[in-house]
């Protein structure tokens, strides 16, 4: 492994962030009169890592099991489990890639 695989996890942690953020700020506003949901979308950068694009919903927010705002909490549920889980698996990269590089580094743990 290498630094790029270090910098890949890291790229990753930040998206599951990124992601989860998203997803609690659409939970967050459920009652708010006028608030349209975000989703956050991963997609590859060709030289490694992800980038994270945050966009509004459509008209697929006004589906059946929605609240007034739009946001459906079964859907922000499987969101935030999943970018807990993404961020799980980027930090056990990251260590994994530091260990084996010898760099040291600092990072934080998810509480259960």
Known sequence: ??????????SGIEA?????NTTSNN?????????????ATNSEVESG?????????GAEAQQSGTLESGTNLVKETTESTLAV????ANMASARTA???S??????????E
């Open 27 to 39: 939970v967050a506003n459920l009652r708010s009169e006028g608030f349209r949901p975000s989703r």
């Open 49 to 57: 890592g992800v980038k994270v694009s945050i966009s509004q919903a």
């Open 16 to 20: 599951a962030e990124r992601r989860f």
């Open 98 to 100: 530091a260990d084996v």
């Open 1 to 10: 492994m290498s630094l790029k695989t270090l910098q890949n996890a890291m």
């Open 85 to 88: 889980n993404a961020y799980r």
């Open 102 to 111: 010898g760099v040291t580094v600092s990072i934080g743990s998810v509480q």
